[in-house]
């Protein structure tokens, strides 16, 4: 018999620094900016891959609500800090007009290392994401659950989307970030495998060959952690919005804690085929939540709103014991009102019906995610 989970929860989030009056990328922040950073949050803040990004990192906490306690302390610590530089900090996976080959990389060896092997596709990386960690202790059971919970990769894309604009475009995407993301190396859906055992061969076979160095370079869309006991999904957007980072990480605590409970009733969620699931994956970066996706059990399209309400449904009973239900039912309001690609494009538009230009109206859809990265 199979110990349950303890579940316990790690949010990571990546953000952009931004000059609070251009409303540009701060290109080479001051070092003293990361400085007093530290030295109020420590290693739960760094350096991120370009120096116009840094990333936030919570303590494991077993409860979603604590969770998001410790987000707020980091997003609010960063957001003030830079203020006394003149920066404003953004949680959007990518710039509405900042271009990539403006900007400087950090200087760390692992990121040199990127830059020298991967070439332009690392120099454009001027993305950020939001990365999920749930504790799965038992190792067998941590491949088994990422198996099943592939299928609803797409779904959590979806109500993330906060990339629609891609150096002053808009991209007809609402999430673009994976179009520059999947142009790396070893990223997608990851191999349906049969062990944790199996897992460690395929590595193995990688670093050997001397393709990979370790784990870490592994980029699926979800993976067991290189460095944690825990399912690390990876395909999700950073969310502008704090309450929607919030409901997604409920959505994905109370999904792996479903998907257990059906595994210790000797069931599981049914298998389909990776073609399947990639057509989702794509609908959900092209449409975010306001399309349709593969209801893949009745084989056609179901308005995407549909199915968050069958999400609700199928996740309420896990959320309510890990108390995180009213967190989980907050994606009914961004399945209804929107993702943050959709507010970014109302933004826009709003500025130009009141007479702004293009180039205005990208500045003004900077000013609104300035606004909405605080909590509140």
Request: proline fraction near 4%.
């Amino acid at each position: 018999m199979i110990t349950t989970p303890s579940f316990r929860l790690g949010i990571e989030e990546e953000y952009l620094i931004v000059n609070a009056q251009s409303a540009d990328l701060v290109r080479q922040p001051a070092p003293e900016f990361m400085q007093l950073c530290q030295r109020e949050l420590g290693t739960r803040v760094t350096n991120e891959y370009l120096q116009c990004q840094l990333e936030v990192g919570t303590s494991p906490q077993h409860t979603v609500p604590a969770a998001a306690l410790e987000l707020q302390e980091l997003r609010e610590t960063v957001s003030r800090v830079g203020q006394q530089f003149g920066y404003a900090i953004i949680a959007s996976s990518t710039h509405p007009f900042s271009r990539w080959r403006s900007q400087t990389h950090t200087r760390k060896e692992r990121y040199d290392a990127l830059r020298a092997d991967l070439g332009q596709t690392a120099r454009r990386l001027l993305i950020c994401g939001m990365h999920v960690h749930v504790e799965i202790e038992d190792q067998n059971l941590r491949v088994d659950l990422m198996n099943q919970a592939t299928y609803f990769l797409p779904h959590l894309l979806a109500l993330s989307c906060s990339s629609p604009f891609w150096e002053g475009d808009d991209t007809v995407l609402a999430s673009y970030r994976l179009t520059v993301f999947d142009s790396l190396p070893r990223t997608g859906l990851p191999d349906r495998l049969s062990s944790y055992g199996t897992y460690k061969d395929l590595l193995s076979q990688l670093i050997d060959a001397g393709c990979i160095e370790d784990a870490t370079k592994l980029w699926w869309d979800i993976r067991p952690s290189a460095k944690f006991p825990t399912l690390e999904q990876r395909i999700t957007d950073v969310c502008s919005r704090f309450s929607d980072a919030i409901a997604l990480v409920a959505t994905y605590q109370s999904l792996i804690a479903f998907l257990f409970r059906l595994r210790s009733a000797n069931q599981s969620w049914r298998s389909y085929p990776a073609t399947l699931i990639n057509e989702n994956r794509w609908l959900a970066q092209r449409y975010g939540c306001t399309g349709s996706m593969i209801d893949l059990g009745k084989g056609e399209l179901v308005p995407f709103g549909d199915l968050v309400e069958e999400l609700i449904e199928l996740l309420s009973e896990d959320a309510s014991g890990l108390d995180c239900l009213d967190e989980l039912t907050h994606i009914r309001h961004i399945a209804t009102e929107g993702n943050s690609s959709v507010r970014q494009r109302h933004a826009y538009k709003r500025a130009i019906a009141s007479g702004a230009t293009h180039d205005e109206a990208l500045y003004q859809v900077v000013r609104h995610l300035i606004k909405e990265f605080l909590p509140g």
